[in-house]
């Protein structure tokens, strides 16, 4: 039982460079979503989607885009990363409800050089 | 944007003291939920408040909701190493899909 998983775990680029990350979630959940951690900021959602088919921004979207391929897939792409970009990356699944926990995946360490 | 701020940032104490972590917003949430972090982990929750006034108890940790539901707490008592960790609270204001984190209290326990 993987639950969320990430790939990959660690990533350097250029500045100027493009990469997919995937997500990949054997939950059965609807709602997925992509966040970006920072020191002292938390978590900040980049995108989310409430189900196979449909996404939304979140409160950092710019210089990313991202997809719902599926209910089991929602990966998030940079087209031309920069260093501002150097962050962890944390993808999330939540079942149906409010109250319901968000489970996360290990995390993509992204270095932009 | 709802804000949600945690205080203390940063917090190191020795093992068997007590501790109170606090998470406030200026907005009601609908839920709150607490989250605690390992270095090369993705959070994992500990719990989920929904009532005004509520207190909820795993083993040595307490939480507890404002009765206004605009704030909620995290007291660990007699502290253990195996507590270091980073802290996260995350509010829902609606019964929509999003969760809005706070800042995270990175705690270090020493033995």
């Known amino acids: 039982n993987a639950g969320v998983t990430q790939t990959p775990k660690f990533q350097v680029l250029k500045t100027g460079q493009s990469m997919t990350l995937q997500c990949a979630q054997d939950?059965?959940?609807?709602?997925m979503y992509w966040y970006r951690q920072d020191p002292g900021m938390g978590l900040r959602l980049i995108y989310y989607?409430?189900?196979?088919?449909?996404?939304d921004k979140g409160e950092v979207p710019n210089g990313y885009n991202v997809s719902r391929l599926n209910k089991r897939e929602f990966s998030l792409r940079l087209e031309s990363a920069a260093p501002s970009q150097t962050s962890v990356y944390f993808c999330?699944?939540?079942?149906?409800?409010?109250?319901?926990?968000?489970?996360f995946g290990d995390g993509t360490r992204l270095s932009i050089l | 944007t709802q804000l949600l701020e945690q205080s203390p940032q940063f917090l190191s104490i020795q093992e068997g003291e007590n501790l109170t972590v606090y998470c406030n917003s200026s907005?009601?949430?609908?839920?709150l939920q607490w989250y605690r972090q390992e270095p090369g982990e993705g959070p994992v929750l500990l719990v989920t408040v929904v009532t005004g006034g509520e207190v909820k108890k795993l083993k040595r940790l307490t939480f507890q909701f404002g009765d206004a539901r605009k704030d909620s707490s995290l007291h660990i008592t007699a502290a253990q190493p195996g507590d270091t960790g980073l802290y996260l609270c995350?509010?829902?204001?609606?019964?929509?899909?999003?969760?809005?984190f706070g800042g995270g209290t990175r705690l270090m326990v020493k033995p």
């Open positions: 999330a699944t939540r079942g149906r409800g409010s109250s319901q926990p968000q489970h």
């Open positions: 907005s009601v949430f609908s839920s």
């Open positions: 939950m059965n959940h609807n709602s």
């Open positions: 989607s409430a189900s196979e088919g449909t996404t």
């Open positions: 995350a509010g829902a204001w609606n019964a929509g899909n999003m969760l809005t």
